[in-house]
């Protein structure tokens, strides 16, 4: 009888986290170059991009990917803010990470932010399902009520 290996991360869930993950870069890329084309400022345009490509992560992570579920408006606003959070907080892992990969460790610029990329990845998959997205316990939604 030969034991199939259950690796937790090639479940359903990560490969529509990964789904999601295409559909907001495609749409981060789209809004980014429809806005310099039409001679927004790239910064001006780069932000914009960002504030929606994050809230688009933020309700296609909760409705697609994870099926979040929250009975109050507060606990909807503090998911959101646990996601805002966590994703500022790897965005700043990756910036640095790229930077002292390349500056102190002399690693190819490129390489470095792929694997600054697939280690934030990963980081935000975690986040999401166990600080973000978290199942909340019956006695969790009794208290909010």
């Known amino acids: 009888m030969m034991l199939k290996p259950k690796l937790h991360i090639l479940n359903k869930e990560f490969y529509r986290y990964l789904m999601a993950g295409a559909s907001t870069t495609i749409l981060n890329i789209t809004i980014y170059t429809a806005l310099v084309?039409?001679?927004?400022?790239?910064?001006?345009?780069n932000l914009i991009t960002l504030i929606i490509t994050k809230i688009y992560a933020y309700y296609i992570n909760k409705q697609f990917v994870y099926h979040?579920?929250?009975?109050?408006?507060?606990?909807?606003?503090?998911?959101?803010?646990?996601?805002?959070?966590?994703?500022?907080?790897?965005?700043?892992?990756?910036?640095?990470?790229?930077?002292?990969?390349?500056?102190?460790?002399?690693?190819?610029?490129?390489?470095?932010?792929?694997?600054?990329?697939?280690?934030?990845?990963?980081?935000?998959?975690?986040?999401?399902?166990?600080?973000?997205?978290?199942?909340?316990?019956?006695?969790?939604?009794?208290t909010e009520n």
Do not use: H, Q, W
């Open 37 to 45: 084309f039409f001679d927004v400022r790239y910064y001006l345009a």
């Open 68 to 142: 979040s579920y929250c009975p109050t408006k507060k606990a909807m606003f503090f998911e959101a803010l646990r996601f805002y959070v966590c994703r500022v907080g790897t965005g700043i892992f990756d910036y640095f990470f790229v930077i002292i990969s390349v500056e102190f460790f002399d690693f190819s610029k490129l390489y470095s932010k792929y694997f600054a990329i697939m280690i934030v990845i990963l980081l935000n998959y975690y986040l999401g399902k166990k600080v973000i997205f978290k199942k909340a316990t019956t006695n969790e939604i009794r």
